[in-house]
């Protein structure tokens, strides 16, 4: 025999109601959290294309001048601007072919809410 006693309509439907106003709750603040992540995930991105638009031009004219000119620099530093200019140009298509075509980055933002049920839960 149990001592509990079984709680009303009016109660369960009260809780239910708690209960689905706190999964809404949670589902926003998953989906602000994603928003902000997302924002944050495309900042980035335009910060770091920017940043190799201007210093990949950078590095490879120092880096042409002094193959270029090679007479007035020791065979070593012939050598670090090949490499650095090799190093650079591979660097930038591999960047390009990941961000173009291979990974899929930050997921899209979509509805966290789940369609609800017959049953009225989840």
């Known amino acids: 025999m149990s001592d509990q006693v079984e709680p009303s309509a009016d109660v369960r439907d009260s809780i239910a109601l708690e209960r689905e106003a706190e ?8 989906f602000n959290q994603q ?11 335009l910060v770091m294309g920017s940043v190799a638009v201007v210093l990949f031009p950078a590095i490879m004219f120092v880096c042409t001048w002094i ?9 070593a530093t012939v050598t670090v601007a090949t490499t650095g200019l090799l190093g650079d140009s591979l660097g930038l298509v591999i960047a390009v072919w990941r961000l173009v075509l291979g990974a899929r980055g930050p997921e899209r933002l979509a509805p966290v809410t789940l369609p609800p049920t017959r049953s009225g839960k989840q």
Do not use: A, G, N, V
């Open 23 to 30: 999964r809404l709750r949670q589902e926003r603040e998953t």
């Open 67 to 75: 193959i270029f000119h090679y007479q007035s620099f020791s065979p």
């Open 35 to 45: 928003k902000l992540q997302d924002s944050r995930w495309f900042l980035l991105r």
